[in-house]
């Protein structure tokens, strides 16, 4: 299988530190957020991995390269401006193939071992939820407890930006910029859209607070 990890955004939410360093490469715990993401796929057996990039990119390409060094290899999709999600995945399919894959959000932290999640099947999207985080406390979605995520009803967890996806679910897509959301709920309303509870660790590194407890937290872990 192969893995996405989105990497193209302009990080405006951790300024200052992305006005000069795009999200991805700023450090945590001594190398840089990406990486963690790296050697977490190397480590599950995923060594085909696809970026997208836009903001900065040449710092991204120059710090990865090839992806050897963290035992993967890396092919690029690079975008002249964001697609947002769905866009980006557009583009990528060239490189992603035919067949389903992990699609990862380059700004979370989770110690998730992905050979845990099930085959899609039928489904179109298997999304990773979590515990509401205090900053985000109304959570995204309803998971049954038959496994199956709905837009709407009974508690709600968070999204971790971590999924299985058909690529059938963006295919069909002009090219362009496009949200993915929009398309995953049409899923869910379809019936197509399993979920896993993930009750590790998770940190969605969406500010410089956030960035900084994450490296303290990884730094006393030794």
Same mark, same amino acid.
Do not use: K
């Given at each position: 299988m192969k893995a996405m990890i989105l990497a193209a955004?302009?990080?405006?939410?951790?300024r200052p530190l992305t006005d000069h360093c795009p999200k991805p490469l700023l450090p945590v715990a001594g190398k840089p957020l990406i990486v963690h993401h790296l050697e977490r796929?190397? #480590?599950?057996?995923? @060594? @085909?991995?696809?970026?997208? $990039?836009?903001?900065?990119?040449?710092?991204i390409l120059q710090a990865l390269g090839d992806g050897a060094a963290f035992g993967v290899s890396i092919a690029w999709s690079r975008e002249a401006e964001p697609l947002?999600?769905?866009?980006?995945?557009?583009?990528?399919?060239?490189?992603?193939?035919?067949?389903?894959?992990?699609?990862?959000?380059?700004? $979370?932290?989770?110690?998730l071992?992905?050979?845990?999640?099930?085959?899609?099947?039928?489904?179109?999207? +298997?999304?990773?939820?979590?515990?509401?985080? %205090? +900053? +985000?406390? %109304?959570g995204d979605f309803h998971l049954t407890a038959a496994g199956r995520v709905q837009a709407n009803g009974g508690p709600r967890l968070t999204f971790a930006g971590i999924s299985l996806l058909d690529p059938a679910?963006? #295919?069909?897509? #002009?090219p362009g910029a496009f949200p993915l959301a929009p398309l995953l709920r049409q899923a869910m309303a379809a019936g197509r859209v399993g979920g896993t509870h993930h009750r590790g660790g998770w940190v969605d590194v969406g500010t410089p607070q956030r960035l900084a407890e994450l490296d303290q937290a990884l730094r006393s872990r030794g």
């Open positions: 955004g302009l990080g405006t939410r951790m796929l190397a #480590a599950a057996g995923i @060594e @085909e991995v696809v970026i997208n $990039v836009s903001y900065r990119a040449e710092q947002e999600t769905g866009g980006g995945l557009r583009q990528a399919l060239p490189l992603l193939g035919q067949a389903p894959f992990l699609l990862v959000n380059g700004d $979370v932290w989770c110690d071992d992905p050979r845990g999640l099930p085959a899609l099947g039928r489904d179109l999207a +298997h999304l990773v939820l979590v515990d509401n985080p %205090d +900053h +985000h406390p %109304d679910l963006v #295919a069909s897509q #002009a």
